[in-house]
């Protein structure tokens, strides 16, 4: 499910950021897509914390693999063992598990999500051992499809941001923040696009 606001986004962005447009027009056949129900996605960014791409793909497949599906009750029947077998380490195996737990207990209230603002979301999301900012920020563009997402601790979007605004170098959080208040309402969509400047296959959470 591509969000409702893409394309009026990615028009918006290139009238105003000529930078942004040719992001825009080298990138014409992909967008944003939904992926997968809450635990899910969350499940599958706790795995990518810290790891490259293709390393979290690996040991995401393995652990569907063990799962057979990736449901809580199926994530708490497999054994510690198994989980650090797939590649997970021993904090992340401690992380997916609890996460499973406030799925399976009711404690996670997804069906009061939609309904929320994202301070709001991110406050309860981070309740979660192993759950930061970042990985409620990737919960709300890639589950909830948030459109206004800024994710300023992703090392991708910062990468991304030096080498098409700032020649390269190396500046301050506080000057991307500001470089990113221009692209509001659509600062999902934006960094989407930065980041397939430097990757063009999609990223799935």
Known sequence: MTPDYWTKGKRALARKDPIMAAIVRAHPKVALTRRGEPFFTLARAIVGQQISVKAAQSVWDRLAAAASEMTPGAVLALERATLRGCGLSHRKVEYIADLA???????????????????????????VRGIGRWTAEMFLMFNLLRPDVFPLDDL?????????YFGGRKVSLARMRKLGATWAPYRSVATWYLWRSLDPVPVEY
Do not use: N, S, Y
Request: net charge negative; proline share 3%.
């Open 101 to 127: 737990v406030h799925f399976a207990d009711g404690t996670a209230q997804v069906a009061r999500w939609p309904q929320m603002d994202d301070e709001a979301v991110i406050a309860e999301l981070v309740r």
């Open 156 to 164: 991708g979007l910062q990468k991304a941001l030096r080498l098409h």
